[in-house]
């Protein structure tokens, strides 16, 4: 029982990633956004850096703090903090 608390926040930050990449993917490849032309160059921007940049760094964070890393487990729970702010 202890292990799967555990690795719940893991499984949730993966899910969060792969919802991420789907909505990021979906802003800058479907064209979804209607708004004017400065609006949606900063929607699609946000979305480009949360597609190269945010993700994998929750991802690899994510890795290498359930190895025992605090520093990673700082930069994880940063990134989900972006996550969640955007």
Known sequence: MLRSRATAPYVLS??????ALV????????GVYRDNAPMT?????????TLVVAIPV??????????????????????LGYVLYN
């Open 41 to 49: 160059a900063a929607f699609r921007g946000n979305d480009l850096v």
């Open 58 to 79: 929750l991802v690899v964070a994510a890795a290498l703090s359930r190895r025992g890393s605090r520093r990673a487990w700082l930069v994880w729970l940063g990134s």
């Open 23 to 30: 909505v990021s993917a979906g802003g800058l490849f479907a």
């Open 14 to 19: 993966a899910a969060i990633a792969v919802l």
